[in-house]
């Protein structure tokens, strides 16, 4: 009698346990292997920097002049991607997203060259007089998202950041390698990136518009084809926070 009780018991809290215990699959690989692009090593960084208001127009100046010494470089394995001033989000803010030819081994050799580049360094001094803060994250890009490569304007651009569910990125990847082909037929899909250093499971879309309406109208069109409802649906749980910036490319950005 004994030994039937406390059989019962065992199976009684075994039970009690799994109620709150949440069971998660066993996974053999990191997230950013699964979900990177494998035909290519590049490595993304994102830069924000919010300017002083007054100062936004020498900053903008003084970028022009030096990011392309840097970016035309055959001496630095990386490349200016984009580089924007922000329209419509957070204001009097610069973006710039580099691409790192070789990953994490490709940017540890540019900035140890350009802390040796004198120029470099006098930039990065008078630069810094003009900011108010500034925050950079490290990203991988998704491998069923569009390569960003150079592209003539006038366009704006969107950069929209998913701030994700611990877990779930995943899951975010699996929707969206079947979303994405919905936003394909006006070439308005740039990139897709995801986080690995500075605030994690952040998520970043760019997008490329004529205008502000015609991103209106390509949005819109997009609920009448079927099964973008149902994958906007399984996604939205998955998001904690969100944010959409307008973007203005400046004149040595590589897409205009």
């Known amino acids: 009698r004994g030994l039937g009780s406390s059989a019962r018991r065992a199976r009684e ?21 699964l979900l990177a692009k494998r035909e290519t090593s590049s490595l993304y960084k994102l830069q924000f920097h919010n300017v002083k208001p007054e100062c936004l127009e020498a ?12 970016h035309e470089e055959k001496h630095y394995p990386c490349a200016l991607v984009g580089t924007w001033n922000t329209w419509y989000g957070e204001q009097d803010q610069a973006v710039h997203l580099w691409r790192y030819e070789g990953g994490y081994p490709a940017l540890n050799e540019v900035m140890s060259k ?18 108010l803060s500034r925050k950079n994250q490290l990203l991988l890009e998704f491998s069923f998202w569009n390569e960003p490569v150079p592209r003539d304007g006038p366009n704006i651009y969107e950069l929209r950041s998913y701030q994700l569910r611990p877990g779930t990125m995943i899951e975010w990847g699996n929707y969206w390698a079947r979303a994405i082909r919905f936003r394909q037929d006006s070439n308005e899909a740039v990139g897709g990136f995801f986080s690995q250093i500075g605030q994690l499971y952040m998520v970043h879309h760019l997008w490329a518009y004529k205008d502000l309406q015609t991103r209106e109208d390509i949005r819109n069109a997009a609920w009448h084809k079927p099964g973008w409802d149902e994958l906007v649906y399984y996604t939205v749980p998955l998001i904690q926070e969100m944010e959409s910036r307008i973007m203005i490319p400046l004149k040595i950005s590589p897409l205009q």
């Not at 075994?14 to 949440?22: A, H, M, P």
């Not at 900053?59 to 840097?70: D, F, G, R, T």
């Not at 008078?126 to 900011?131: I, Y």
Request: hydrophobic fraction near 30%; aromatic fraction near 10%.
């Open 114 to 131: 350009l802390r040796q580049n004198k120029e470099f360094t006098e930039f990065r001094k008078e630069r810094g007089n003009m900011l």
């Open 59 to 70: 900053y903008n100046k003084l970028c022009q002049e030096v990011l392309p010494k840097i």
């Open 13 to 33: 809290e075994s039970w009690l346990k799994s109620l709150f215990v949440r069971k998660v699959d066993p996974r053999k690989d990191a997230h950013s292997n």
